[in-house]
C-alpha cells in the first residue's frame, strides 16, 4: 500500500500542486441537466441561482503555505487569473465571511479545481466562528480528468444544516493526510479552491464536476437489510480506491442498494496506530458526534504491517483510558469503545484479501482475539477460502494490483463487495433479531 500511496504522490508533483481552476461565473449554470434517480430520465436541474449565496474566493482572507510543482514550499494565494485559490497546504486556512441579510440554516458547498487521481475523501475542514469543525467525504477525483483541466471546478458538499448568521465566519482548514513527504521532497494532492456556497438546508443542488449531478433520492426496500442504512467506512487507501479511481466497495454498496448512504471517510497511507493527526484514531473524531450511524465499517490497514508498527497487546479492560492507542490492538480497541460511547453503533473490521505478508497475517490473529473479546463483526476475506483459492493466477490479477493488497474496480465490483453484501445483510438481520 506504501508503494502505491508513494506512486500517487509522486504523479502529484507534475500536477496536482499546480492547484487551480477554471473561470467560473458566480452563480450555478441552469442550463445543467442531471439524471433524475426514480425516472432515470434526464431532467433539468432545478434553478438554484435564486437561493444560492455566493462568497467569492476573491475575497477570502488567506494563510498558510503548499508546495508548488517543484516541491517548493510557497504561500497559499488566490490567483485572479485563475479565479483560484492555490499551493493548498495541510495548515493552510481560507476564511470566508457571511454577508448581510443572511440568517437561517444552510447546507455549506465549495468549489475544488479538478484532478485525475487524489489520495483520499477527506481533504479540508469547515470551522464555523472558530468553534464547531464539519468534515464530510467529498469524492474529489476524477478519473476522466486530463491534465489540462486540472482549474476546472466541481461543486461539492461540506456542511449540512448550518445555523449561520451575517458576519459568521467559515474557515476552510487543510486535513492531514495530504501533505507528505517522498523522497525528500514534500508533495501534495490537495485540489485548487474556489467559491464558496450558501443554500437553504435541504435544497437540492447538482455535486460533482461537469455541471454535477443531483443527489440520487429513491425509497427504502423493506426487503433488503442493507436499503437505507447509513455506513460510515474509516480506512486508507484500499477504501479509498487507490487503485480504481477512487471506487471502492463502499461505492459499489451505495449503488447496489436503495437509499444508502455509504461515507467514505479514507485517506491513503494511514495507519491505525495513533502517531499522527491522520491516523484512524485521529480521523475517527473528525467525524459528526452527532450523526445517526447505523454501522462502523474498519479496515485493517496493511499500512500497519508494511511499516512495522507495535503489536500491543490485548487490554483486560474496556475503558478508552486503559488503551494504548500507540499500538495496534490498542488502537482496534480504541475505535471499538469511541464507537460505542459517541454514536451506540456496532463495529465492522475488514480484512484485506490473502498476499503473502507474516506481519499482517499476525494482525489478522489479533483482530479475531480482539472480536472475542468485543463481540464486533469481521469480514474476514484473509482467510476466505475460495478467495486465496485463486491467488496469483491470471484470474485474480483480473481483480487485484499486482502488489495484491488494492482491488481494481473489477475486483471490488464482483470479487469484494458480494462477500461484504452477504456478511453484512446478515449482520442487520441478527441485529434486528437481538433488538
Known sequence: MKNVVKMLLCMAVTASLLTGCGNKPAVSNDET???????????????????????????????????????????????????????????????????????????????????????????????????????????????????????????????ENVDLTAGDTLMVHGKAGFEMEFNGNMVSSMSAI???????????????????????????????????????????????????????????????????????????????????PASYVERMKDIDSDMNIDLLVVQLSTNDASQGKPMGSL?????????DDTTIIGAIEYIIAYARDTWNCPVVFYTGSYYENQEYETMVQALLDVQGKWDIGVIDLWNDEEMTAIYGTDEYYTYMAKDGI???????????????????????????QNE
Open 406 to 432: 488494492h482491488p481494481l474496480r473489477e475486483g471490488y465490483a464482483s470479487w469484494w463487495t458480494p462477500k461484504f453484501e452477504d456478511y453484512l445483510k446478515d449482520f442487520f438481520a441478527q441485529q434486528e
Open 194 to 276: 474556489g467559491d464558496m456556497y450558501l443554500y437553504p438546508a435541504g435544497t437540492d443542488v447538482p455535486v460533482g464536476y461537469d455541471g454535477g449531478v443531483m443527489p440520487q433520492k429513491k425509497t427504502v426496500d423493506t426487503a433488503d437489510p442493507l436499503s437505507g442504512k447509513t455506513l460510515v467506512w474509516l480506512g486508507s487507501s484500499v477504501t479509498f480506491g487507490a487503485q480504481s479511481g477512487g471506487y471502492s466497495m463502499a461505492d459499489a454498496i451505495a449503488e447496489n442498494h436503495a437509499a444508502t448512504k455509504c461515507l467514505k471517510y479514507a485517506i491513503s497511507g494511514t495507519t491505525l496506530v495513533n502517531e499522527s
Open 315 to 323: 487490554s483486560e479492560s474496556k475503558d478508552p483510558e486503559d488503551f
Open 33 to 159: 441537466s442531471a439524471k433524475n434517480s426514480e425516472t432515470e430520465e434526464d431532467s433539468p436541474v432545478a434553478d438554484t441561482e435564486e437561493t444560492e449565496i455566493v462568497l467569492a474566493a476573491a475575497d477570502a482572507v488567506l494563510t498558510g503555505q503548499g508546495i508548488n510543482a517543484e516541491s517548493q514550499v510557497v504561500d497559499t494565494v488566490y490567483v485572479e487569473d485563475l479565479h483560484a485559490i492555490t499551493n493548498v497546504g495541510t495548515e493552510s486556512t481560507i476564511t470566508y465571511t457571511v454577508p448581510e441579510e443572511v440568517e437561517g440554516s444552510y447546507d455549506i458547498y465549495l468549489d475544488f479545481g479538478k484532478s485525475p487521481y487524489a489520495v483520499g475523501t477527506t481533504p479540508v475542514s469547515v470551522i464555523v466562528n472558530d468553534g464547531k469543525e464539519y468534515v464530510s467525504p467529498a469524492a474529489i477525483i476524477n478519473s476522466e480528468s486530463d491534465y489540462s483541466d486540472l482549474f476546472s471546478m466541481g461543486k461539492f458538499l461540506m456542511a
